[in-house]
């Protein structure tokens, strides 16, 4: 049986000005912007490629806004995915790499390039280079690309 992470609830203050920064912003399509009842609005919001979404809004859960800390998207280019996030204006980390003394600027090998970014409550994100998703944009490179043990 297959259990698939679908839906992260992310703690906001502001619905609005998260949705703005998610959408507008980090790029994510809105999938679905309701308010069924009063004191309730769900937002939820899906990375392009993505199958799990993120969902903001008021009603959803007793997190403190900020709380959320090491939700983890991958990309097949960090350079492309740093480039893309500093022209939208998110302030995004220098890529960043753990070496043998802790966290260093620049790309590391596979699974080891990383840049982060925090929404404007201090919820916390981190990208990682997959060479899986790499492989795809390489024509010619190999399909698979083994994950570390």
């Given amino acids: 049986m ?6 992260i609830v992310v703690p906001v203050s502001d619905v609005d000005r998260a949705k703005a920064f998610y959408a507008d912003q980090l790029g994510f399509h809105v999938d679905v912007d309701d ?3 009063p004191g309730f609005r769900v937002v939820q919001m ?3 490629g993505s199958g799990c979404s993120i969902t903001i809004g008021t009603g959803l859960n007793d ?5 959320l800390q090491g939700v983890q998207l ?3 280019d960090i350079e492309a995915a740093h480039a893309e996030l500093v022209s939208r204006g998110v302030d995004v980390s220098p890529i960043r790499n753990m070496g043998p003394n802790g966290w260093e600027d620049g790309k590391g090998g596979d699974w080891n390039s990383f840049i982060f970014f ?3 409550d201090g919820n916390g ?3 990682q280079e997959s060479p899986r998703m790499r492989a795809q944009l390489e ?3 190999p399909a698979e690309v083994a994950q570390p043990a």
């Fill in 2 to 7: 297959d259990w698939k992470v679908e839906v």
């Fill in 35 to 37: 308010s069924p009842t």
């Fill in 46 to 48: 899906t990375p392009q």
């Fill in 63 to 67: 997190m403190a806004p900020g709380t």
């Fill in 74 to 76: 991958c990309v097949g």
């Fill in 118 to 120: 925090k929404d404007p």
């Fill in 125 to 127: 994100f981190a990208i």
């Fill in 139 to 141: 024509p010619g490179s």
